[in-house]
């Protein structure tokens, strides 16, 4: 029996609609999303299938190319960006299954209704998201079986959003983290208040207590490496905005100070979106 491998594909940034842009911005983009086939000689698990109807095909012409069948679409976490585009992943691998923990799949289904969908995804990403409104079945037990290998689904409660997860692939030491860690690119804090921050470092404990050898944000730069070291990064961006949080005396207070402490992330119009529900 082989060994499990893995490789990530990174759909790059994209344009969203939105005329609320951050101080000094032009438009507002997407921040680049992975998603990550963990693969045996034969067969494949794919997580995190995006979000656009072009990028989820661009993502399926990919995985083809890398010779696997895929059995299962593994979500991370209840964000459209995700698991909307799983239609174009199925059409290829019609035989796959869509799962995801169990809080993941009882959260994915708000995604598609009127204030997230119509408020939110359609208003950004007018006609290019699929009509075709799948959502992932709970795994009972939280576990996968690749070609006699486990991988297994940790639930992590709050991090950029209710009821995510993880998966972990005991035999490589791979965590791919779906949004608890994030590359060089600007965490969304726009869910955290009412104690979020809080969970989020508790979830980056479970994280760091499972040892891994290579962890896959959800966000990151193409061509970064899949660095644990990005789980301490993550975490001390969040007491960083916190402290900020804590000082500022609005929301363009609190952005200009994480500019300031992160100049180079990719994508300050998530760091506005968090900075904006944080203060007035």
Do not use: C
């Amino acid at each position: 029996m082989a060994a499990l491998s893995y490789t990530v594909h990174v759909a790059p940034s994209k344009p969203a609609v939105s005329d609320d842009l951050p101080p000094g911005e032009d438009r507002r983009m997407w921040s680049p999303t992975t998603s990550t086939l963990i693969h045996g000689e034969g067969d494949a698990v794919l997580v995190d299938p995006l979000l656009t109807v072009d990028e989820s095909r661009r993502l399926a012409d990919w995985v083809v190319a890398q010779g696997r069948n895929v059995t299962t679409i593994f979500v991370t976490h209840a964000h459209g960006d995700h698991f909307f585009g799983a239609p174009a992943v199925i059409d290829r691998f019609p035989q796959a299954r869509l799962v995801a923990a169990a809080d993941v799949a009882a959260h994915a289904a708000a995604q598609w209704g009127s204030a997230w969908f119509d408020g939110f995804w359609q208003q950004r990403f007018p006609d290019q998201i699929s009509d075709r409104h799948l959502v992932p079945e709970p795994l009972p037990d939280g576990r996968i079986e690749l070609e006699g290998e486990e991988l297994r689904a940790i639930e992590l409660g709050h991090t950029d959003t209710d009821g995510t997860s993880l998966l972990h692939a005991p035999s490589i030491g791979l965590v791919i983290a779906g949004d608890a860690v994030y590359g060089d690119v600007h965490l969304y804090l726009g869910e955290a208040k009412a104690g979020g921050a809080q969970q989020w470092l508790r979830a980056l404990d479970v994280l760091a207590d499972l040892r891994p050898a290579s962890v896959v944000s959800g966000h990151k730069r193409d061509g970064d490496e899949d660095s644990p070291d990005d789980i301490g990064r993550t975490r001390r961006y969040i007491e960083d905005f916190t402290a900020a949080a804590g000082k500022a005396n609005s929301h363009t207070d609190l952005y200009e100070a994480m500019v300031r402490l992160y100049p180079d992330r990719v994508n300050r119009g998530v760091l506005w979106n968090s900075a904006k529900t944080t203060l007035p």
